[in-house]
């Protein structure tokens, strides 16, 4: 009884992680969650969300030009979304494209439109391409 009881709780565990290797840990999303919440209300709104990706914009900035290129986004934005983060095609997106691409994102991972991203929508594999562009 109890060696099927551990089997069973395996599957459950195993099983979606293998599904979708892109989604974040439960763990993981609730230390980012607690992390960007900053007002504490248990869920990110998109201030929060465009406050953590300024500060990471500024941080991945090294050189200081104002924009960040493939080089020093180092893969954060997926290749099939560049036409979308980078609506001017220069190869390089200015924070007011990122905040912008980010509040795409964003919308992607609102599954319900109540305008805030809570634990359970963080760990989608959209969250974990948020959480990219936060971090
Ligand atoms: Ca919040
Ligand atoms: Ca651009
Ligand atoms: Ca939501």
Same mark, same amino acid.
């Given at each position: ?28 999303a ?5 992390? $960007? !919440?900053? /007002? +504490? &209300? *248990? %869920?990110? @709104?998109?201030? =929060?969300? #465009? ?8 941080? $991945? !900035?090294? /050189? +200081? &030009? *104002? %924009?960040? @290129?493939r080089? =020093?986004? #180092? ?21 007011d494209?990122?905040l ?5 994102v964003?919308?992607r991972?609102d599954?319900?439109?109540d305008g ?20």
């Open positions: 009884m109890a060696i099927l009881t551990v089997a069973s709780l395996g599957t459950v565990c195993l099983g979606p992680a293998l599904l979708a290797t892109t989604s974040v840990s439960p763990a993981f609730a230390s980012a969650l607690s992390a $960007l !919440d900053t /007002d +504490k &209300d *248990g %869920t990110v @709104d998109l201030t =929060e969300a #465009k406050a953590a990706a300024s500060a990471l914009f500024d941080k $991945l !900035d090294k /050189d +200081k &030009d *104002g %924009t960040l @290129d080089k =020093e986004l #180092k893969g954060r934005i997926p290749e099939k979304d560049w036409a979308v983060a980078d609506p001017d095609n220069d190869k390089t997106i200015t924070k494209e990122y912008s691409y980010v509040e795409d964003f919308k991972v599954k319900d439109n805030t991203i809570d634990a359970k929508e963080l760990r989608s594999p959209a969250g974990h391409e948020l959480l990219l562009l936060l971090r």
